[in-house]
């Protein structure tokens, strides 16, 4: 329960940087206020999900009408915080002898891993509302994948002891640039019809972050993703093939799927082979 409500603290956050993101307004360093009548908002509005459920979704200075866009992104914030804690430790047994072994490893993993998950999900949020995946944000994504997706830390020895899986490294190296040249045709001979430049950066660090089969899955499972949940929506909404949608958010998608549960469905997979 407190990871889930940490995780909502931080959707908090990334819904503010979603939205000063290339604004000229620095993130962190100005106080949040209503974008109706300017109102400087409280600590007691700015609980997450609490306070947009009893203003029922209204400023409470003005009266007017707060985006879902927060609580949706606090709520699966929080949600992905918790499986991504559980995956973690799932199989950790806790014992204060092994207090040690929890430092070393699990919860530097941890630490990293849901930084690259907020930074995925605020790529999501801005490319949904923009249609467009920022630099800062990926270039981010893509260092961080690249640098230490493929370390063994040891916390305690931060220094000394760090180990590089040189075969690991230059197989998630190649994903990385796979998926990257892949999306780039896709974006290259359609004239950015089909696909943007940002997904193919995207899928640089996905590849990164998840090597060869993981990333493969992660693709395949964002199409999927996208043809189930976009098409219907956008006819629905009376759009037609032509209309624009946004795939970074199905990228992350398959990216957090594959890394959660791409090696147990794999291996259900070689079974029914």
Avoid at 1 to 23: C, D, I
Avoid at 31 to 47: H, K, N, T
Avoid at 155 to 183: D, Q
Wanted: net charge positive; with cysteine; aromatic share 20%.
């Amino acid at each position: 329960m407190f990871v889930f409500l940490f995780g909502t603290v931080v959707g908090s956050f990334l819904n503010v940087v979603v939205y000063r993101l290339g604004t000229g307004e620095r993130i962190g360093r100005s106080r949040s206020r209503c974008f109706s009548c300017g109102a400087m908002l409280q600590w007691y509005d700015l609980i997450p999900l609490v306070s947009f459920i009893l203003q029922k979704g209204r400023c409470r200075y003005c009266g007017s009408k707060i985006s879902i866009q927060y609580p949706v992104v606090e709520f699966i914030t929080g949600l992905v915080f918790m499986f991504v804690t559980w995956n973690i430790f799932q199989n950790f047994q806790f014992s204060i002898f092994n207090f040690q072994s929890i430092f070393n490893h699990s919860i530097f993993k941890l630490i990293y891993i849901l930084i690259i998950f907020s930074l995925l999900i605020s790529i999501s949020v801005y490319d949904f509302r923009h249609k467009i995946i920022p630099n800062q944000l990926v270039y981010s994504f893509i260092l961080l994948t690249l640098l230490f997706g493929n370390f063994d830390f040891d916390i305690w020895n931060l220094f000394g002891n760090w180990k590089l899986e040189i075969g690991n490294l230059s197989t998630h190296i190649a994903s990385g640039f796979f998926a990257f040249l892949s999306f780039a045709s896709l974006w290259f001979f359609s004239k950015g019809r089909w696909m943007g430049f940002g997904d193919a950066k995207l899928a640089l660090g996905i590849g990164f972050l998840l090597g060869p089969w993981l990333t493969a899955f992660a693709v395949v499972l964002s199409f999927w993703i996208g043809t189930l949940i976009a098409v219907p929506l956008v006819l629905w909404r009376g759009g037609g093939l032509k209309t624009q949608i946004p795939f970074g958010p199905f990228l992350a998608a398959g990216c957090l799927t594959a890394w959660l549960a791409g090696d147990v469905l794999r291996q259900f997979y070689i079974g029914l082979l």
